[in-house]
């Protein structure tokens, strides 16, 4: 069963930068391609960063070269660098496959204060 922890949330102000993790059991991440989701308040979960099985990275535009996902295949474990952080993005941030087909964890919040 696969089970997924994130962690490295906080509150910080706008424009701080936070490092998020997620470490799992029960999958190679390096065989997957995998993503880092948002879910704002009131607000379907989205997917904000996705990165490929061969390393390929993936961002909506509104975190274009400011988010960077990246794995480490040692620890088994997905990050994501958040700079220049945005009120805007406060929320609950989730790893996942990147179809969302793994049990979800219970995310790691963040909030960014203006």
């Known amino acids: 069963q696969v089970q997924l922890v994130e962690s490295g949330g906080g509150l910080v102000q706008a424009g701080g930068s936070l490092r998020l993790s997620c470490a799992a059991s029960g999958v190679t991440l390096s065989l997957y391609a995998i993503a880092w989701y948002r879910q704002a308040p009131g607000e379907q979960r989205e997917l904000i960063a996705s990165?490929?099985?061969?390393?390929?990275?993936r961002y909506v535009d509104s975190v274009k070269g400011r988010f960077t996902i990246s794995r480490d295949n040692h620890k088994n474990t997905v990050h994501l660098q958040m700079n220049s952080l945005k009120p805007e993005e406060t929320g609950v941030y989730y790893c996942?496959?990147?179809?969302?087909?793994?049990?979800w964890g219970q995310g790691t919040q963040v909030t960014v204060s203006s």
């Open positions: 996942n496959a990147r179809s969302g087909v793994w049990t």
């Open positions: 990165l490929s099985s061969g390393g390929y990275a």
